[in-house]
């Protein structure tokens, strides 16, 4: 019998079919962003996620509302410029949502106020800034009057704003 004919009893496929060392190969590691999209998956069916973001409309509603009350008395009444009143109605309106989403929303009286309230701050602006950017766009650009242009602009960041705050400012 010679070399060549007898069979390696531990590797029983050819060399030219083995993996290159540090390959990847679909048995040995997990797709990117399994995991995450696994979790996402897992939290779109928990239904206390569902009554939170619930609660989180209602509260920006009553925010909305806040806001455009008071923006048109700013811009309106008082005459101020219409992106100085988006920042006073934000303001307000960042006050009432901070109070109504830590007691209510998301319930967070175990955490500290003071930092929830500086990271709901720090998302809040972040979701102001967009919505900024969408009224000076919809006014300068499009020529939507400035009330329904607001009212537009916040809607359109109320997904960023609950993101954040649900994964930082109040996570448990």
């Known amino acids: 019998m010679t070399h060549e004919a007898v069979a390696d009893p531990v590797r029983s496929e050819p060399e030219?079919?083995?993996p290159a060392p540090?390959?990847?190969?679909a048995e040995?590691?997990?797709e990117p962003g399994r995991s995450k999209r696994l979790r996402a998956h897992a939290a779109l069916r928990r239904p206390a996620?569902?009554?939170e973001l619930v609660r989180f409309g209602a509260v920006g509603a009553s925010g909305y509302v806040v806001n455009l009350l008071v923006?048109?008395?700013a811009h309106n009444g008082a005459g101020m410029h219409y992106q100085v009143a988006a920042v006073i109605a934000f303001v307000v309106a960042l006050t009432n949502n901070f109070i109504w989403n830590r007691h209510w929303t998301f319930k967070a009286h175990d955490g500290h106020a003071g930092f929830q309230a500086a990271r709901f701050f720090v998302v809040?602006?972040?979701a102001f800034g967009f919505s900024l950017i969408v009224l000076t766009l919809l006014v300068e650009s499009l020529d939507v009057a400035k009330l329904p242009a607001q009212a537009i602009a916040i809607v359109s960041a109320t997904p960023l704003n609950f993101i954040g705050n649900k994964l930082w400012s109040f996570r448990t």
Not at 22 to 25: D, I, N, V
Request: charged share 20%; hydrophobic share 45%; net charge neutral.
């Open 28 to 30: 040995r590691e997990p």
């Open 16 to 18: 030219h079919d083995a």
């Open 22 to 25: 540090g390959a990847r190969t």
């Open 71 to 73: 923006f048109a008395v």
């Open 49 to 51: 996620n569902w009554f």
């Open 124 to 126: 809040s602006v972040l």
